[in-house]
């Protein structure tokens, strides 16, 4: 079982819904990681969180460290926010990191 | 904000050849880069974490001899990919982990590359 899971694995929506992408994980982590992967491969760190809730713009993260998850949340999604959204873990043990399948997110016109 | 370059982006060789490829860190020292391979529709998968002036620590199934991993200097790590053969083809992502910020607790903040993809023919 892999220690990092998402859902939904893929996810079609319509220009101005509300989108949310969740993460669970069954390590101990010191800090979670929301990343964005565009069709062209770049990654772009989004968010780091080790609690509560972080916003910027219209993307909104927030983790429960007693539940060991995480969601990612964009209002007013639109087609740029098209991507593959990865959760990625630092694990407290080996402070190394662990990610997720990615969540592939198509935001129509 | 930091930024992590690779160079180059994209590369095609021939199987046999060698391939480098160039991780920097361009604001910042980075005391520990990450290497990682991401294969098409697949996560990430962390290949070697090297630390400046010290030898690179691989994960399981990862030939060292075949993945030569230099970390010189604080902003820069190189990843050679020698005698390349096409089941090498994939998406190269370097990541840079620069020192802890105090505030509470201390967090290390990391830092994705571009990626260099590299196909084998």
């Known amino acids: 079982k892999n220690e990092v899971e998402q859902s939904p694995q893929n996810l079609t929506a319509q220009e101005g819904e509300f989108i949310t992408i969740n993460c669970s994980y069954s390590v101990g982590i010191s800090a979670l990681h929301w990343l964005q992967q565009h069709p062209g491969g770049g990654i772009v760190s989004l968010f780091m969180l080790s609690s509560g809730k972080k916003k910027h713009g219209r993307l909104i993260a927030t983790i429960n460290i007693q539940e060991k998850h995480s969601s990612l949340h964009i209002t007013a999604s639109h087609p740029r926010d098209s991507a593959v959204y990865i959760c990625a873990v630092r694990r407290k043990r080996n402070n190394d990191m662990r990610f997720g399948a990615g969540t592939r997110l198509t935001v129509k016109p | 904000g930091a930024v992590v370059s690779q160079h180059p982006s994209w590369v095609i060789c021939k199987s046999g050849t060698s391939v480098k490829i160039e991780c920097r860190s361009l604001d910042f020292q980075a005391t520990t880069m990450f290497w990682y391979r991401q294969f098409p529709k697949q996560s990430l998968m962390l290949m070697a974490t090297s630390n400046e002036g010290s030898k690179a620590t691989y994960e399981q199934g990862v030939e060292k001899d075949k993945f030569l991993i230099n970390h010189a200097s604080l902003t820069l790590s190189t990843l050679t990919v020698t005698s390349a053969h096409p089941e090498d083809s994939s998406f190269y992502i370097c990541?840079?982990?620069?020192?802890?910020?105090?505030?509470?607790?201390?967090?290390?903040?990391?830092?994705f590359g571009p990626g260099t993809r590299l196909t084998v023919l």
């Open positions: 990541s840079a982990r620069d020192l802890p910020f105090l505030t509470s607790g201390s967090m290390w903040a990391q830092y």
